[in-house]
């Protein structure tokens, strides 16, 4: 009999964004852990808007459900002393999460773009099954 195989590593996504005054911020972007997408989904489901009996019925708004997600996920990189950052495998060493009061000043645009990428990444996209939990 052979033992199923499951890694434990966390997928990531290395990124170059390029600030308005032409300086590189890199960040990496990481899958969620079961913890943070746990509060990813609480803060969908209060979003919610819901009938008499409790079923959904649509969404009483996103507000911040790009910026949401992308506090969760959204690490600058790790920097070594020469100013460039830190690899790690394919991607880039995660530091810090990047806070939600900065991702909210960024433009709509590249918060679309970096939110499409998260959903992917952690694979909210997909069913349980199509993502291997069903």
């Known amino acids: 009999m052979s033992a199923a195989k499951i890694s ?3 997928n990531t ?3 170059e ?3 308005a005054d032409g300086t590189t911020l890199f960040a990496v972007m990481t899958e969620l852990s079961g ?5 990813y989904m609480d803060f969908v489901d209060s979003k919610v808007k ?3 009996s409790g079923g959904p019925i649509g969404m009483k708004s996103w507000k911040g459900s790009q910026t949401k ?3 969760l996920c959204l690490h600058y990189a790790e920097m070594d ?3 460039r950052p830190v690899e790690q495998g394919s991607s880039f060493k995660p530091l810090g999460l990047i806070k939600e ?7 709509d645009a590249a918060l679309q773009l970096l939110s499409k990428s998260a959903v992917q990444l952690s694979r909210l996209n997909e069913t349980p099954e199509e993502a291997g939990n069903g």
């Open 13 to 15: 996504l290395p990124f």
């Open 8 to 10: 434990l590593a966390f």
């Open 35 to 39: 913890q943070r997408r746990n509060e």
């Open 50 to 52: 819901r009938d008499e």
């Open 81 to 83: 002393e020469d100013g």
């Open 69 to 71: 997600i992308l506090s």
């Open 17 to 19: 964004l390029e600030k």
């Open 101 to 107: 009061t900065e991702l909210t000043t960024w433009p």
